[in-house]
């Protein structure tokens, strides 16, 4: 499974959506995502990145993308069907099953969970990310499939406080490891499934803990 090592912000991260600042310049990406269900079209590429600090996860994507499209605005609104992006992560790295995911749209409408015995186990706990940020860029037209887009940005500030009933540290100490996913579905015109960590199964499906890959929370600054 890949690994990451997460570098500590050195700088305020400001979430707008268009990653200009020094520390997302210096940040590694994760590495291509990979397409384990892939049929037709182009493999349109995904770069993201990973930083954090005492208060917040940062994730950042950047996604090549040829027509965006986005319709849902609401907090919890069926934002899979869109061009969409998703956290999914395990704070207690010995127990996967007790994961939580976050979906967010280009709109930067979003939709969160707590699965804390797996998918499609009969325990289920109401999960308020509360205090997340969220905010995306456009480089194209959205919802015009007439003309070519560039990509779509996508910036997320998730605080720690929200895993605090499950991680071990929240915030995380330096040395810990999360279970840790990053994907990415959507397209009317395109659609595709791509994920840092690819699932095994037959058909595609994000919510698979065995799948996810390591993050390790360095307490080196970004440079």
Sequence with gaps: MPEYTILRASNPVVIDGKLDESDWQAAKSVGEFKFAWYVSGKKEQTVAKMLWDDEYLYVSYRCEDAHISATRTERGSSVWLDECVEVVTAPNADDSENYFNIEMNVNGAFLEGHHPEGLGSKSKERWHCEGIKIATSVEGTLNEDSDVDSHWVL?????????????????????????????????????????????????????????????????????
């Design 155 to 223: 910036e997320a500030a998730i605080p720690f406080s929200a895993f605090a009933h499950v991680a071990k540290h929240a915030p995380p100490e330096p040395g810990d490891v999360w279970r840790l996913n990053l994907n990415r579905c959507g397209g009317t015109t395109n659609e595709q499934y791509s994920q840092w960590s690819p699932s095994t199964t037959k058909e595609p499906q994000f919510h698979f803990p065995q799948a996810f890959g390591r993050v390790h929370y360095s307490a080196k600054p970004v440079q």
